[in-house]
């Protein structure tokens, strides 16, 4: 994959050069790129001094992160204790039958990356959806549709 | 400009109050994430274009207020004129210009836009005449709703960093920790351990440094209440952690925010900055020789990094792997040294209990549970959101005062609380008082605060899978009777919404359950089994049902259930289009039929009946 890589020092400016700053240097860069580059992992570990595996081990152990490219639409489907009461997994099984996607997955044309995330502590509207920084609350069965074309 | 000492602090508090009283009337545009998603951001930018073309004598934009949530998210986006209290409830931006020129330029009442009562349908006027409100007694939120959520003079002007002046002026550490044991707060994150004498602990302890960190990771999935309170009162959970930070002598403090909260992250960036520039945060704070600095640390989605020790690693930048803790972690917490983690809700009640004293908040709540309690009060009841309440008050008050009872008058089924830690209680325990140890008794937990209830269309068994599916894939993999009991257990509980229980896997749930809880290494999986255990103790005949006679009452297992298309169909189509599998068929007014065959039984179609024509059984 061909990404510039020029934003990556300027990322790496605004964080200290400690152990503690990798979770916040990772996230700008995922906050870049949709996704951990393997490439922005290497230069991580040299730039912090910490070694490639350290940075690997963080880098999978965190739900947030994905070493996976993701596609233009983020979708996430809160599967929270309150979603899931008000029929969350419904909405899901929507969207993935009418994008036919399966969670975890990014279709073939890169729009659109289907995910599950466990409260986004928007509880009193469930079920929610986020579409990138997008919430959508109170989704039905029956919106889901007009809610993919909005994004 | 910094300021030098607690007089300074009034200056500006005075200053800036007469500024505002020159408004007759205020407008609270709440701005917490539930009220932005439903376009509470369009409405300040209407407001402000308004009052700055239509110079309104006695108005300025400074009349406008962007506060932190009210907590009913779900009536969103709100808007409240005060002083009176007249309360909006789901406003569009075209609807702007009618509160201007009706309730702002004249004292009238725009109907339309009322709260309707859900339970006798009658519209209310009054924010404290809401049922939701009025039975609350608001602490830790009293600032949500009322203040400017990013504005320091505003929470100076209403007595913010009073406490911390009083604390550093008047007091000792010693005396401060004793005041605060004295008030019985205990921790609101779930724990409910004395917050005084973990502060006392931690300060005897002779170190190289002392650390405060502040736990907004609120991993507990159905509870939202650190959210809104980082959001709509920062400074308070600062003033908090400045007090805890003088009291253990700590320099330097973190904030550790789960990542999901953008806008709490925002927030609490500029109270920071803003404490800094005032001098309050850094060093030699009021000119009392105290000096501290805050940082902040974003998880990155780890339920575990809840846990102390896996907490203390990841504001390190390290896996949020838990430790074993024969040393506990306010003994050596961070970077090995004595640490005091707070909760968000524990730290807010902190300036409030120095500025009125440990024997009032005392008198508030249970002798053992001193205080109030914020809940995340969701699920299948009418009124939903953020509640504040005291100790002791029972779970009816709460989810029938408050909540105005269960959504299309269902009957009530279960409430839960603790999050996946907690467990399930069913109507007879209705009636117990909502503190830290009856909760822990009756098999659930206080935890941080989300209560969830359910109805008679919520499946017990399914929701037990639910939490393990959770725990199973947090659970970091560190120990083997969480990484393995908690998947076995889940498998039990599949086969058994599959409808290919057996009798004797009930029994192995008990027992597999009973050795996680004993030799787990963390909270996680000590507490792992307590959903299926709590609702194989309420609901053991649901269970059995489901094994014996391969049903789910509820309609929910979809193995063990068939819907089917009744005669009062109307032909509307509107189950066939959200099909999944174009398993209906039917034309345009004529009855419509599912081909059992190709049913997935997913129950969207149930989910979109307007006509009550779809049967589960």
């Known amino acids: 994959m061909n990404h510039n890589f020029d934003k990556l020092h300027e990322i790496f400016d605004r964080h200290p050069k400690t152990q503690e700053s990798l979770i916040a240097v990772l996230q700008d860069i995922q906050k870049e790129y949709q996704y951990l580059p393997s490439e922005a992992l290497t230069e991580t570990s040299k730039v912090l001094d910490i070694p490639l595996s350290k940075v690997f081990s963080v880098s999978t152990f965190y739900n947030s992160f994905s070493l996976n490219e993701r596609g233009e639409t983020v979708i996430k489907v809160c599967t929270g204790t309150a979603c899931h009461i008000r029929g969350a997994k419904l909405i899901k099984d929507q969207i993935e039958s009418l994008l036919n996607l399966k969670s975890g997955e990014t279709s073939k044309d890169k729009k659109f990356t289907l995910e599950e995330v466990a409260c986004v502590g928007a509880c009193a509207m469930a079920p929610v959806v986020i579409t990138n920084d997008k919430y959508h609350g109170s989704v039905k069965v029956s919106n889901v549709k007009k809610l993919l074309k909005a994004k | ?617």
């Open chain 2, 1 to 617: 400009m910094q300021i030098a000492n607690p007089k300074q602090l009034n200056k500006i508090r005075k200053e800036y109050l007469a500024k505002q009283d020159q408004y007759p009337k205020k407008i609270m545009v709440c701005c917490g994430t539930g009220c932005i998603a439903n376009g509470a951001l369009k409405l300040v930018d209407a407001f402000r274009d308004i009052l700055k073309k239509r110079k309104i004598k006695g108005f300025t934009v400074e009349a406008l207020k962007e506060t932190g949530c009210h907590g009913f998210c779900e009536q969103g986006p709100l808007v409240v004129i005060e002083p009176d209290g007249t309360f909006y409830s789901k406003v569009k931006a075209k609807d702007v210009e009618d509160i201007v020129e009706k309730s702002i330029k004249k004292d009238e009442i725009i109907e339309k836009l009322l709260f309707t009562d859900p339970v006798d349908k009658k519209k209310i006027t009054k924010y404290n005449d809401i049922s939701f409100f009025k039975y609350q007694k608001r602490i830790a939120l009293k600032n949500l709703g009322k203040i400017s959520a990013h504005s320091i003079d505003e929470y100076i002007a209403y007595g913010g960093y009073q406490a911390l002046a009083k604390v550093l002026s008047k007091m000792s550490q010693d005396e401060v920790i004793q005041e605060i044991t004295k008030s019985g707060l205990r921790g609101r994150g779930g724990g409910g351990f004395s917050t005084g004498r973990k502060w006392k602990i931690c300060k005897d302890i002779k170190a190289e440094a002392h650390y405060v960190i502040c736990n907004g990771d609120e991993g507990d999935p159905g509870a939202f209440m650190d959210r809104s309170i980082m959001e709509g009162d920062p400074h308070a959970v600062l003033e908090g952690m400045m007090i805890a930070a003088y009291a253990i002598g700590a320099k330097q403090g973190y904030i550790y925010v789960r990542e999901e909260y953008p806008l709490a992250v925002t927030h609490l960036e500029k109270a920071i900055n803003d404490c800094e520039n005032l001098g309050l945060l850094g060093d030699n704070i009021l000119k009392t020789g105290f000096s501290f600095s805050i940082k902040i640390a974003r998880g990155a989605g780890a339920f575990v990094c809840g846990e102390s020790s896996a907490l203390m690693k990841s504001v390190a930048g390290e896996v949020g792997e838990p430790r074993a803790k024969y040393i506990r972690s306010v003994v050596k917490g961070l970077y090995d040294q004595p640490t005091v983690l707070n909760n968000v809700e524990t730290l807010v009640n902190v300036p409030i209990i120095i500025d009125k004293g440990a024997d009032w908040y005392k008198k508030l709540g249970t002798p053992k549970s001193s205080g109030t309690k914020v809940f995340s009060l969701v699920g299948k009841v009418r009124n939903t959101g953020l509640i504040e309440v005291p100790m002791g008050i029972t779970l009816r008050e709460i989810i029938y005062d408050i909540g105005g009872g269960i959504i299309d008058n269902r009957p009530f089924k279960a409430v839960q609380t603790g999050g996946p830690s907690g467990g399930c209680l069913p109507e007879s325990q209705l009636d117990l008082p909502v503190d830290f140890d009856t909760l822990t008794e009756v098999g659930a937990m206080m935890g941080s605060g989300g209560m969830i209830v359910m109805d008679d269309r919520t499946c017990m068994v399914d929701v037990a899978k639910y939490f393990l599916e959770f725990l199973v894939s947090e659970s970091c993999g560190k120990c083997v009777p969480c990484r393995e009991g908690l998947f076995q257990l889940l498998k039990l509980a599949t086969k058994i919404c599959e409808g290919r229980g057996e009798e004797d896997d009930l029994e192995k749930i008990e027992k597999l359950s009973d050795n996680i809880i004993l030799s787990s290494l963390c909270g996680l999986g000590k507490s792992g089994p307590n959903p299926i255990m709590s609702t194989l103790r309420y609901f053991k005949d649901e269970y059995i049902t489901h094994i014996k006679d391969k049903k789910c009452p509820a309609g929910v297992c979809r193995d063990l259930i068939t819907y089917e298309i009744l005669d009062n169909c109307t032909g509307c189509t509107a189950c066939k289009p959200v099909c999944p599998v174009n398993a209906i068929t039917g034309n345009k007014k004529e009855l419509h039929v599912i081909d059992q065959n190709l049913c997935t039984q997913c129950g969207a179609c149930f989910a979109v009946c307007n006509f009550d024509a779809i049967l589960v059984s």
